[in-house]
């Protein structure tokens, strides 16, 4: 089967530094997109990654390892208003997307 | 402004009754889609279309139908055969049909079943 395991909920500090991860198991890989998502509203696009490596833009960052089947949200400079859930979703070789469960996100003061 | 509306925001329907989502983008985008949200679980793919007059069947299409009339309105009726249709609907859309494309989704609707 295909999967992707992301944790359910985490906690951080305002000001602080998360990481989100998200493994994966699918049936090859073409890219890996990560969207965040506040409740009850759009997912919205954050960033994606193809190759090995590090993409920067900004507070956020997301890292990949094929060989790993493994990915990273970073999320610097935490602000109050990063409390959502972040979604990541993998296309496979059939360039079907599939998406984790989300990691809900929650910062406090 | 660009960008993907859906409507109604939320939604009640009796059992029993067939109801209509609707979706539209002025992205000119070729590809649409519709996924169902539940709690706990990943998005999961109801319908695409890759291009208008045409779609696919995505992994949980039992119970639903769409059609494409116009590049613009990908519409989604929820109907009386979907055994458990309370849920939160999103509509996207991309440039080109492929999945490396990235998806912008609509404010989505949540439906709920009374």
């Known amino acids: 089967g295909q999967n992707i395991d992301q944790p359910t909920e985490m906690t951080a500090t305002e000001g602080a530094i998360v990481q989100i991860n998200c493994t994966y198991q699918?049936?090859?890989?073409?890219?890996l997109f990560w969207y965040q998502q506040h409740a009850g509203e759009a997912p919205t696009f954050l960033s994606y990654?193809?190759l090995d490596g590090l993409e920067e833009k900004g507070r956020f960052s997301s890292f990949l390892s094929r060989s790993k089947g493994y990915s990273y949200l970073l999320l610097k400079e935490l602000q109050m208003k990063d409390s959502a859930s972040y979604l990541c979703?993998?296309?496979?070789?059939?360039?079907?997307?599939?998406w984790g469960a989300g990691t809900k996100l929650i910062i406090k003061p | 402004d660009g960008g993907i509306t859906q409507s109604p925001k939320y939604l009640f329907r009796k059992e029993g009754q067939n109801v209509t989502l609707s979706c539209e983008q002025n992205?000119?985008?070729?590809?649409m889609y519709w996924y169902r949200q539940d709690p706990g679980q990943g998005l999961r793919l109801i319908y695409y279309?890759?291009?208008?007059?045409?779609?696919q069947k995505g992994d949980i299409a039992e119970g639903y139908s769409v059609s494409r009339e116009k590049k613009e309105s990908f519409p989604l009726t929820v109907t009386s055969a979907q055994k458990n249709p309370t849920a939160f609907y999103l509509c996207?859309?991309?440039?080109?049909?492929?999945?490396?494309?990235?998806?912008?989704f609509g404010p989505g609707t949540r439906l709920t079943v009374l």
């Open positions: 979703a993998v296309i496979n070789s059939n360039y079907q997307l599939i």
């Open positions: 992205l000119n985008h070729d590809a």
């Open positions: 279309s890759q291009i208008v007059n045409d779609f």
């Open positions: 990654n193809v």
């Open positions: 699918t049936s090859g890989f073409n890219g």
């Open positions: 996207a859309s991309s440039t080109i049909a492929g999945a490396t494309d990235t998806q912008y």
